[in-house]
């Protein structure tokens, strides 16, 4: 960018040297200009005078200077073998600077692949910073959005655009470094919504006073679930299926009712929400933060409900659109 200016600069100049010394017009004098540094060698418009002559040496000496800066910088840049990785970081740091509303997935591992793939399939926006060069690969592969870096440094979570993210996700593979993402960001934006991974027992209680909105125990929730397949197998499969949407048509969202929703006041049993869309509340979490299970038919509904409603995917979706 720095090149262009300055080309238009030496152009400009050149141009107005000749229109005030040699009162050439503005096509002459950009003629003039561009024969002069591009040294082609071409006939001048009329016989200069000795001003103009003068003008000229000192374009020429000009004009072979911006040459050779340009001739050493891309030399520079094709011996170095690094002009791809140029291109390639200008053009994720203009992806990152349009970023707004987005999450930001602190490490690439098995969690973090998983949860950036699930973010891509409903088109959420995300970006991952990640400091392990065998993980940037897989992230250049799958044309993720990425950063190279470590997560704990506060400049590069302000490169991720945290001041606009929606939230952030430190799933790194220490649980001092998530402790510590998660303090650090907290300290940045204080109403974030930051999710965290949790390994060792009694990690949870120290993320949660760093200020993790939320934090997931992989083990534990794994040991939880492999319980449930054993007690109650059928019950564990269909909660798996119809979150993953895997294999089936019936899926589970959530829906939040805003302020002119049409549904506002309205007693759950004439929302025509089982009627008109076949599908089933389960359950609805309230503006402040209670939680109703299997609500009853007369149940009124008030702004800033949640109300999480299983049934089939069409179904979901047109009852999404009017919603």
């Not at 990785?85 to 200008?90: A, G, Q």
């Not at 993720?144 to 993210?165: H, W």
């Not at 949407?245 to 589970?252: C, I």
């Not at 007369?298 to 979901?316: A, S, T």
Request: overall charge neutral.
């Amino acid at each position: 960018m720095a090149l262009i200016v300055l080309s238009i600069l030496l152009i400009g100049f050149g141009t107005l040297g000749y229109v005030i010394i040699e009162g050439y017009p503005f096509i002459d004098a950009l003629y003039m200009t561009i024969i002069t540094l591009t040294t082609v060698g071409f006939g001048e418009v009329r016989p200069l005078g000795r001003n103009g002559r003068i003008f000229t040496i000192l374009l020429i000496m000009m004009g072979a200077g911006f040459v050779a800066y340009n001739l050493t910088y891309f030399s520079g840049l094709l011996l170095d073998g690094n002009w791809l990785d140029v291109y390639r970081r200008r053009k994720l740091g203009r992806r990152l600077e349009e970023l707004k509303d987005h999450y930001i997935i602190c490490g690439y591992g098995q969690m973090g692949q998983i949860i950036v793939q699930e973010l891509s399939r409903y088109h959420v926006p995300s970006v991952v910073i990640e400091k392990d060069e065998s993980l940037l690969v897989k992230l250049r592969e799958k044309q993720v959005l990425y950063l190279s870096g470590d997560a704990i440094e506060e400049e590069n979570l302000m490169a991720a655009g945290i001041l606009k993210a929606k939230g952030l996700v430190s799933v790194v593979s220490k649980d001092t470094d998530n402790v510590f993402i998660v303090l650090t960001a907290r300290d940045i934006k204080k109403d974030l919504y930051i999710f965290s991974r949790a390994g060792a027992p009694g990690s949870e209680k120290r993320l949660y006073k760093a200020g993790a909105n939320r934090v997931v125990a992989p083990f534990a929730i794994g040991a939880t679930r492999i319980a449930q397949n054993i007690l109650r197998p059928t019950v564990t499969d269909f909660l798996e299926l119809a979150l993953s949407e895997e294999g089936m048509e019936l899926s589970m969202e959530e829906f939040y009712l805003a302020e002119r929703c049409q549904l506002v006041g309205k007693e759950l049993m004439d929302s025509g929400i089982r009627s008109r869309y076949n599908l089933i509340v389960v359950a609805i979490k309230q503006r402040d933060g209670r939680m109703i299970y299997n609500p009853s038919p007369k149940q009124q509904l008030q702004e800033g409900d949640i109300l999480v409603v299983i049934g089939p995917k069409d179904n979901l979706l047109r009852f999404s659109s009017e919603l």
